[in-house]
């Protein structure tokens, strides 16, 4: 495992109550894990500890093998970070911010031009990021946190405020990472992104998994086998659904199979919306 998490706590100081509490999770090599959960579930604290951007909590955080508080400087060489809120040199060019931020990794670093355009950030773009749209300066700050070709990587909401275009190039960009070895661990409140990206997701629910697997696994355990089917009566098109599992309700499902013209059946599968509803009797924000 990449990432072991056991019984983390974190209470942030002068605050009454925990922000996480008995919190366990794994992260195997090359995956690409999200956390999904509701505003201030403490999916970026949860972040910040491993990152090592908060200090000061309870319980056992393991990373690539070795306990997290036993490691040097060395493990900013190993970690790439992106979170929400952008912190770059505005003044200067984002050529010139991701020059200046390779100048503090000690290991082989990707060069800027590679990275500028795989984010689709053009190099002959000579204003200063502070000219840059809101998007644009987010993944200005994705592109810095690969400069070091990190073996895991850390990512808070990549696709917030990204329009759909760039947000599937994201998607793509951390697929692609994911298969070259990297591991991944990203938040989103984008159900489709976790969904389509996410080899493994848990939701974070007042400072606890509140359940994790795949995204397939999560919505098969929670699908209601549900069916819909389609009818023709004289000249209309009617569509009735059935649910399996209730008997008055397959009863009828049946005897309609046998009854009437159906013109087509589908199965009804749930979103992972539905899961996260399910789950926690919330819907999610954002
Ligand atoms: N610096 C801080 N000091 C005190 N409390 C904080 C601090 N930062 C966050 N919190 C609290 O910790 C809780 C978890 O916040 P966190 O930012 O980890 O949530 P989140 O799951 O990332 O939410 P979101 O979906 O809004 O990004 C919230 O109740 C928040 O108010
Ligand atoms: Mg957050």
Redesign the pocket.
């Known amino acids: 495992m990449i990432v072991s998490v056991r019984e983390l706590a974190y209470r942030?100081p002068g605050?009454t109550e925990s922000?996480l509490r008995d919190l366990d999770f794994e992260i195997a090599e090359g995956e690409v894990f999200g956390f999904l959960?509701?505003?201030?579930?403490?999916?970026?604290?949860?972040q910040k500890l491993l990152t090592r951007i908060l200090r000061g909590h309870q319980g056992r955080i393991s990373v690539f093998g070795q306990d997290l508080e036993t490691q040097g400087v060395a493990y900013h060489e190993r970690i790439g970070v992106c979170f929400e809120i952008p912190n770059l040199y505005e003044k200067l060019t984002a050529r010139e911010n991701l020059d200046f931020y390779r100048r503090f990794y000690a290991g082989p670093c990707d060069p800027p031009e590679a990275l500028l355009a795989e984010l689709d950030l053009p190099e002959a773009d000579r204003r200063p990021v502070g000219h840059y749209s809101k998007g644009m300066k987010m993944r200005v700050v994705l592109a810095r946190s690969l400069v070091n070709r990190p073996k895991l990587w850390f990512l808070d909401?990549p696709t917030s405020g990204q329009d759909p275009e760039h947000a599937v190039r994201i998607r793509d960009l951390v697929r692609a990472r994911a298969d070259a070895g990297s591991t991944v661990f990203l938040?989103t409140?984008d159900m489709h992104l976790a969904d389509t990206l996410c080899d493994r997701v848990g939701f974070?629910v007042d400072g606890r998994i509140a359940s994790v697997g795949s995204p397939r696994e999560l919505k098969l355990a929670h699908a209601r086998r549900t069916v819909r089917v389609e009818l023709r009566r004289g000249e209309n098109l009617e569509s009735q659904s059935f649910e399996l599992d209730e008997p008055a309700s397959k009863a009828a499902f049946l005897e309609l199979l046998r009854s009437e013209r159906v013109e087509t059946i589908h199965t009804q599968e749930p979103s992972l919306e539905d899961v996260f509803l399910e789950v926690t009797g919330r819907r999610l924000l954002?």
């Open positions: 942030y605050a922000v959960g509701p505003n201030g579930s403490g999916k970026s604290t949860t909401e938040t409140h974070l954002g």
